[in-house]
């Protein structure tokens, strides 16, 4: 197959081409519009060891009490203590569909609050609220010290879809 001969195909079958050319933007349009769009927020907390304790072993004590905190934030009872204490302040964002989940590297004193929902406002309010509580509600004997020093802000822009790839790649997919 030449060159010559992809031409006279296009020429001959060119309508068919540009269909399916078609086709593809709009599809690739319709994967970019059409879906709900979906923002996220974003809370960190950070630990420290109270220097009056005299804890032997700061990084052990901390990796070990964080793992302990970051389950209780992914658990369903807190969660829906912290929603039931939202419905007092905020009814719309306690409502709000959302997505819930934390994040902390082995060793690290930081834990992400991460919110993701259709709710622009909902994802601020719910990280802040759960990283809030995680700090109120910390047991008395703990030796952790948490402050909230990253706190969650509305998101200017929508995290997915992102139209510019999509229908990039529709086009690309289109011309071949």
Do not use: H
Not at 7 to 22: D, N, P, T
Not at 156 to 171: M, N, Q, S, W
């Amino acid at each position: 197959m030449e060159l010559r001969d992809v031409r006279l195909a296009l020429r001959r079958y060119w309508v068919l081409a540009f269909l399916v050319f078609v086709l593809c933007i709009g599809l690739g349009a319709a994967a970019a519009f059409l879906p709900t769009k979906t923002y996220r927020a974003r809370a960190a907390i950070t630990s420290l060891v109270d220097p009056e304790s005299g804890a032997g072993n700061p990084a052990a004590l901390i990796d070990y009490e964080m793992d302990n905190i970051t389950l209780r934030a992914e658990s369903r009872a807190f969660l829906e203590s912290v929603g039931q204490d939202l419905t007092e302040t905020d009814v719309e964002s306690a409502r709000a569909s959302r997505t819930i989940t934390t994040r902390r590297d082995a060793g690290s004193p930081i834990l992400v609050v991460q919110v993701e929902s259709p709710n622009r406002k909902a994802t601020a309010v719910w990280a802040n609220a759960v990283a809030n509580k995680l700090i109120d509600e910390l047991p008395g004997e703990s030796v952790l010290v948490l402050r909230l020093d990253g706190p969650a802000f509305a998101p200017r822009e929508a995290v997915a879809p992102k139209p510019t790839p999509i229908l990039f790649g529709a086009g690309v997919l289109g011309l071949f």
